[in-house]
């Protein structure tokens, strides 16, 4: 493989430049290479180095790459980790989900050592290189999607999310692989920029990672941050550092993403001297927040790198919702446009690999869709200084005024891809998924790029691995074949008669688009049938970590129930909700409806036999109406009492403990309702709600 370093010791002994050509630097708030300004439009794809689904990595990498640069793209994010544990027990934290180990780049192997095989990556470091494109490396990641700081952590005497920044013998071995991955590629122009690690926070996901400490605070991630950038530019002096923060503030604010509650500051983060420009994210779905309130996020980030003096990168966006995404994005488009700040969306997709599409996870543009047109094409020319009109094709309209003619690369033709016809022949197919019953003939190179968790169980060290059959014994037939559906087609359809699906063909019930429509014609018995085939559609999605199936089944359940269903159905709902779906976006829908007819539905008996889990109770209780500063007052007032009930536990029943706590409740917030106030009981006397979780209501 020729690399630039190859090249560099060619001509060792030509005199040193200050920074090699080809490096990417900064000028002031501007990235700058070769003496000219870099102003980029960019992309992320976080999985080109375990994009070996295909007939060939090395090409498929570089197909992916040169469409990229065609559509006016120059800088490409991705990761430069796959770390994975060879002690994992099944079950255990953190629960990772991996691509297979041949793919993995550090694997601990539970004796103290480890094994460090860049391979893959190298191909993503050449493919780089023979296109031109630039490349922002990240060499961890704060969540459990191929390994990351937990991995470290269990392996080396930690307790917690945040011993990663705290512990010496974890950091130790983090430069341990920091030092195999700069030295590797320091000499290749490919490379922009090494980044500490995807999203680092105090804490991660509730249910996958290990839990955050008691004291973390921004001040240890800024510590963390100063020590490994400064370690990375004593191997590497030439290349750029940065954080790959979400962009998290440390001031005085009420707003979490403001005011350090996720452990990062990003004022503090951009002063460092050995942090040559900072990142942040947009995820507005996902934090609760508006389409505006990104608008400011990003002219707040663009003025703290004004102040510091240094780039700021909008490094990842995303919007779930197809039919806004245009009109979202491309108002933030806008207004990094207007800072003259590069930007990079979430994620990168195309259709020409040599598999088909890459998965997409809910936010995948891919070039050959309608919405690639204005939001790369168009967005890069831009960038690039194009002031192009919009295509004939397009779905926006051509600006008002004067244009120029400068030309927007065309979009690819999408190929349509053999995932259907595969799946009806069974041709190929080379592991067998079985639910009640049924056999389902699939495709490793189809279904594992899908779902971390279905690749981990026929790539590691588990049965499935060897025997190639994956049981299916959670879940009903109907929601397994909806699942099998979307993985080959990317849809699926819920008949309000399930049985009706045991008759179709494998084709039929893939083609099949008559999905019954919500109106008066459907009998609260069909909906709630459809429903609960959403909910559980996507609990499978969830249990197989098939992140863009369960963003899709939320999205079907969230559409019916807008139009208010009958108020018999929902215990129903509510029941299937809390005893088997974690999906906060469900239960923030279901918690929503229910708050809305909750007079109704305390009317209800089977509402009042509901032993509903504390999380949704919690959101019930909250979209009440009740004020959230007379429920943090009266939390705050109710501390000490908690504090009494847990230590009366051993001496009195749950239930007597539940008629104390009502009672104080019941004083202080002026519940109404008998009902709500037994839940808020459970709750407190359960010990939830303590001093600690109050940050979550401001």
Known sequence: MKFASIIAAAFAGAPALAVPAGFVTTDGTKFSLDGKDFFFAGSNAYYLPFNVWGTDHYNDVKIGLDAAKDAGLKVIRTWAFHDQNKTYVSGGLPQYGTGAEDTAMQIFNGDGTVKIDLSKLDVVVEAAEATGMKLILALTNNWADYGGMDVYTVNLGGRYHDDFYRLPAIKKAFKNYIKAVVERYKDSAAVLAWELANEPRCGADGTRNLPRGPDCAPALITSWVDEMSTYIKSIDADHLVTTGSEGGFNRKSDDWAYNGADGTDFDAEIALPNIDFNTFHSYPQAWSK?????????????????????????EEYGWTEKATRVSVLSKWQKASLDLEMSDMYWQFGTSAYSYGKNHDDGNTIYLEDDEAQPLVYEHAAAVNGENAPPSPTSTTKAPAGPTTTTKVPPKPTE??????????SGSFSDFTLVCDGHEFKLHQMIVCPQSPVINAALTGGFQEATSKVLAVNEFDISTVRSMISFLYTGEYRIDSSHEARRTLTKMEYLEDSEEPSLGTELTANETVEILLAHIRVNAIADYYNIESLAQLAASKFQTIIEDGPDVEILPRIIQEVSTSNRDARLQSSVASLAALRIDDLCKLPAFQELEIEHSLTKKILFDCGRSKELFKVALQASQQQVVEYREALTKQSDAEIVVRTSAVIMELLGLANPYLTICAARIVAAGILEASTLMFYQ
């Open 290 to 314: 508006t389409t505006d309130w990104v608008v400011q996020w990003i002219k707040d980030h663009a003025k703290a790198g004004a102040d510091a003096g240094k780039p700021v990168l909008h």
């Open 415 to 424: 190929t349509a891809g053999p995932r259907v016809a595969r799946y009806e």
